[in-house]
C-alpha cells in the first residue's frame, strides 16, 4: 500500500534521486546496519535469529557492493534504500525490520559522518606524504640562495630550502584544520529517529562504540539537521586547495623562461599541439584552478543550509556532491603536488643569480647604519637615497665612491661595502624563523619533528 494514487512524474523522480551518487555511502550503510541490528537484538528488540539473517544478507549486500555486482533498479530512490530493497529480496521479509528504531534521517546523517571522516583520515595521510617530500626537497637545496619577493619584486635574498619549508608549515596548518574535521564527526546522529527520537529503548553508545564514534549526540533534534561536519571538511579543504594553489602558482612562474629557476619532470608536463619547443607545466596549472572549485562547494553548502528550518530537509541531500568532489578533487591535487615537489629540479645558477642583485641588500645598508646610531626610519631614507643615486645613474650600489656616500650620511664608511658583498645577506638573518642557515637547520629539525608526531 502507499498513501500515493497515482505514480511519480518522471521528471520528479530524476529531481528527487540521489542513487547516482550517493551509492558512495554504500560501504558506510552497511556497517552502520550491521551495529544497528546488532544492538536492536542486544536490547531485545528484534530476536536473535532475525539479527542473524540480517547480518548474513548484509554480508552478501556488502560482497555485491564491493564487487561492483550490486544493481540498482529503477525505483531505488537512493543507496539506503537501495540496499534495504536487495536485502529484502536475499533475506525475505525479514529484511524489512533493519529499519525498525531508525529512519534516513539518522541513517543518512550517521554514513555521511562516517565517510567525512574516513575521508579526513585519508587526506591527513596525503598531507604527511606532501610535507614530507617538501622536507626532503628542502635538504637537498639547504643552502641555495634565491630572491625572497614580495609584491613580486625581489625583495631580499632567502634560500631556496627556508621558502620549501613555507608551504611545510601551511600544510601543517591543514592537517590541524583536518584533525579539527574529525572531532566534529565524532558524534552518533543514529538513534535520533526521524527527529524526536525513536519509541524503542535502543542503546546508542553500543552502537557508537561499534562504529567508532567518540560519543551519541545529545539532541536528536540537532543530530538530523546537522552537516556542520562537512562544512568543516569544505572549509579545510578550501583553505588547503588555496595553499596548493599557491604552490602551483609559483611552481608556473618559477618554470617559466622569464625565471627559469626551476622545470617540473617530464611525468608532470605536457606538450603543445602545435608548438614542438613547449614543455607546459599543466599540473601546476591545475592545481592553481582547482581551489577555487573547492572553495565553491563550500560555499554552495552554506548557500544550502542557510535559513533551513529544523529538521531535516530534502535540500540536505545536496550536501554530497558538494562533498564527494571536493574529497576527490582534494585527493588528487594532493597526490600532484607530491609527485611535482618530488620530481622537480632547480637551477642553482639562476637562483643564485636573481639573488645577487645588489639591491636586495637595501635593507642591510639601512640596518649597519642602525648600529651606527641611526633611528632605523631614517636610515630607510638614507639608503632610498642610495638607491635614488644608484638607478639613476645606471650604476650597482657598491660602484657609489667613499664621496657619494658620505653626502648621504657621515655614518656610512668602508664596511658599507663590505656590506654589499654578498655572503652576509643571507647568514645576517639569525632571528628564529630567519634564513641564516643555523635557523633554517633548526626550522628542518622542527619540520621532522612534526613529521614524527613530536613536535616541540
Ligand atoms: N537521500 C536522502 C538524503 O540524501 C536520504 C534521506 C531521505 N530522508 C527523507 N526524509 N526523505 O538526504
Given at each position: 500500500?502507499?498513501?500515493?494514487?497515482?505514480?511519480?512524474?518522471?521528471v520528479?523522480?530524476q529531481l528527487?534521486?540521489s542513487?547516482?551518487?550517493?551509492?558512495?555511502?554504500?560501504?558506510?550503510?552497511?556497517?552502520?546496519?550491521?551495529?544497528?541490528?546488532?544492538?536492536?537484538?542486544?536490547?531485545?528488540?528484534?530476536?536473535?535469529?532475525?539479527?542473524?539473517?540480517?547480518?548474513?544478507?548484509?554480508?552478501?549486500?556488502?560482497?555485491?557492493?564491493?564487487?561492483?555486482?550490486?544493481?540498482?533498479?529503477?525505483?531505488?530512490?537512493?543507496?539506503?534504500?537501495?540496499?534495504?530493497?536487495?536485502?529484502?529480496?536475499?533475506?525475505?521479509p525479514?529484511?524489512?525490520?533493519?529499519?525498525?528504531?531508525?529512519?534516513?534521517?539518522?541513517?543518512?546523517?550517521?554514513?555521511v559522518?562516517m565517510?567525512?571522516?574516513?575521508?579526513a583520515?585519508?587526506?591527513?595521510?596525503?598531507?604527511?606524504?606532501?610535507?614530507?617530500?617538501l622536507v626532503?626537497?628542502?635538504?637537498?637545496?639547504?643552502?641555495?640562495?634565491?630572491?625572497?619577493?614580495?609584491?613580486?619584486?625581489?625583495?631580499?635574498?632567502?634560500?631556496?630550502?627556508?621558502?620549501?619549508?613555507?608551504?611545510?608549515?601551511?600544510?601543517?596548518?591543514?592537517?590541524?584544520?583536518?584533525?579539527?574535521?574529525?572531532?566534529?564527526?565524532?558524534?552518533?546522529?543514529?538513534?535520533?529517529?526521524?527527529?524526536?527520537?525513536?519509541?524503542?529503548?535502543?542503546?546508542?553508545?553500543?552502537?557508537?562504540?561499534?562504529?567508532?564514534?567518540?560519543?551519541?549526540?545529545?539532541?536528536?533534534?540537532d543530530?538530523?539537521?546537522?552537516?556542520?561536519?562537512?562544512?568543516?571538511?569544505?572549509?579545510?579543504?578550501?583553505?588547503?586547495?588555496?595553499?596548493?594553489?599557491r604552490?602551483?602558482?609559483?611552481?608556473?612562474?618559477?618554470?617559466?623562461?622569464?625565471?627559469?629557476?626551476?622545470?617540473?619532470?617530464?611525468?608532470w608536463?605536457?606538450?603543445?599541439?602545435?608548438?614542438?619547443?613547449?614543455?607546459?607545466?599543466?599540473?601546476?596549472?591545475l592545481?592553481r584552478?582547482?581551489?577555487?572549485?573547492?572553495?565553491a562547494?563550500?560555499?554552495?553548502?552554506?548557500?544550502?543550509?542557510?535559513?533551513?528550518?529544523?529538521?531535516?530537509?530534502?535540500?540536505?541531500?545536496?550536501?554530497?556532491?558538494?562533498?564527494?568532489?571536493?574529497?576527490?578533487?582534494?585527493?588528487?591535487?594532493?597526490?600532484?603536488?607530491?609527485g611535482?615537489?618530488?620530481?622537480?629540479?632547480?637551477?642553482?645558477?639562476?637562483?643564485?643569480?636573481?639573488?645577487?642583485?645588489?639591491?636586495?641588500?637595501?635593507?642591510?645598508?639601512?640596518d649597519?647604519l642602525?648600529?651606527?646610531?641611526?633611528?632605523?626610519?631614517?636610515?630607510?631614507?638614507?639608503?632610498?637615497?642610495?638607491?635614488?643615486?644608484?638607478?639613476?645613474?645606471?650604476?650597482?650600489?657598491?660602484?657609489?665612491t667613499?664621496?657619494?656616500?658620505a653626502?648621504?650620511s657621515?655614518?656610512?664608511?668602508?664596511?658599507?661595502?663590505?656590506?654589499?658583498?654578498?655572503?652576509?645577506?643571507?647568514?645576517g638573518?639569525?632571528?628564529?624563523?630567519?634564513?641564516?642557515?643555523?635557523?633554517?637547520?633548526?626550522?628542518?629539525?622542527?619540520?621532522?619533528?612534526?613529521?614524527?608526531?613530536?613536535?616541540?
Open positions: 500500500m502507499s498513501r500515493f494514487s497515482e505514480p511519480q512524474d518522471p520528479f523522480a528527487n534521486t542513487i547516482g551518487f550517493d551509492w558512495r555511502l554504500g560501504p558506510y550503510d552497511v556497517e552502520q546496519s550491521r551495529a544497528h541490528a546488532t544492538m536492536l537484538a542486544a536490547q531485545g528488540i528484534i530476536a536473535d535469529a532475525d539479527r542473524d539473517a540480517l547480518l548474513a544478507g548484509l554480508d552478501r549486500v556488502a560482497g555485491e557492493l564491493e564487487a561492483g555486482t550490486f544493481e540498482v533498479e529503477p525505483g531505488d530512490e537512493d543507496i539506503h534504500m537501495a540496499i534495504e530493497r536487495r536485502l529484502t529480496t536475499l533475506v525475505g525479514v529484511g524489512g525490520k533493519l529499519h525498525t528504531a531508525r529512519s534516513r534521517n539518522d541513517q543518512v546523517a550517521t554514513d559522518a565517510f567525512t571522516r574516513a575521508h583520515l585519508r587526506t591527513l595521510e596525503r598531507l604527511q606524504a606532501l610535507q614530507s617530500a626532503l626537497c628542502a635538504e637537498r637545496h639547504l643552502d641555495w640562495p634565491m630572491p625572497g619577493y614580495t609584491h613580486l619584486q625581489r625583495a631580499q635574498p632567502v634560500y631556496l630550502s627556508h621558502h620549501l619549508l613555507a608551504y611545510f608549515w601551511m600544510f601543517r596548518r591543514d592537517a590541524r584544520r583536518f584533525e579539527a574535521v574529525l572531532g566534529g564527526t565524532d558524534e552518533l546522529p543514529l538513534g535520533a529517529g526521524a527527529l524526536a527520537g525513536v519509541n524503542f529503548e535502543t542503546d546508542r553508545a553500543f552502537v557508537a562504540r561499534e562504529l567508532g564514534f567518540a560519543s551519541v549526540a545529545r539532541n536528536s533534534i543530530a538530523v539537521s546537522n552537516r556542520d561536519f562537512v562544512l568543516d571538511f569544505l572549509s579545510a579543504a578550501a583553505t588547503c586547495a588555496t595553499h596548493l594553489s604552490l602551483g602558482a609559483e611552481i608556473v612562474l618559477w618554470s617559466s623562461d622569464e625565471f627559469g629557476f626551476a622545470q617540473v619532470s617530464d611525468a608536463a605536457s606538450g603543445s599541439s602545435i608548438m614542438p619547443q613547449k614543455k607546459n607545466p599543466d599540473a601546476a596549472e592545481l584552478a582547482k581551489a577555487p572549485r573547492i572553495a562547494h563550500l560555499v554552495a553548502l552554506h548557500g544550502v543550509l542557510h535559513g533551513l528550518p529544523l529538521t531535516y530537509n530534502k535540500d540536505m541531500q545536496e550536501d554530497k556532491e558538494h562533498l564527494f568532489d571536493a574529497v576527490d578533487t582534494l585527493d588528487l591535487c594532493l597526490a600532484a603536488a607530491r611535482m615537489v618530488e620530481t622537480i629540479g632547480f637551477d642553482r645558477e639562476r637562483l643564485a643569480g636573481a639573488a645577487s642583485d645588489e639591491l636586495i641588500a637595501a635593507t642591510d645598508v639601512a649597519l642602525v648600529r651606527r646610531g641611526v633611528p632605523f626610519r631614517q636610515s630607510h631614507g638614507i639608503v632610498a637615497g642610495l638607491v635614488k643615486l644608484a638607478v639613476d645613474s645606471g650604476r650597482p650600489l657598491s660602484a657609489l667613499r664621496e657619494e656616500i653626502v648621504q657621515d655614518a656610512l664608511d668602508e664596511e658599507y661595502y663590505t656590506v654589499l658583498q654578498s655572503s652576509s645577506w643571507l647568514e638573518k639569525v632571528s628564529e624563523g630567519g634564513t641564516a642557515l643555523p635557523r633554517v637547520r633548526e626550522q628542518l629539525a622542527h619540520a621532522r619533528a612534526e613529521l614524527d608526531g613530536q613536535p616541540a
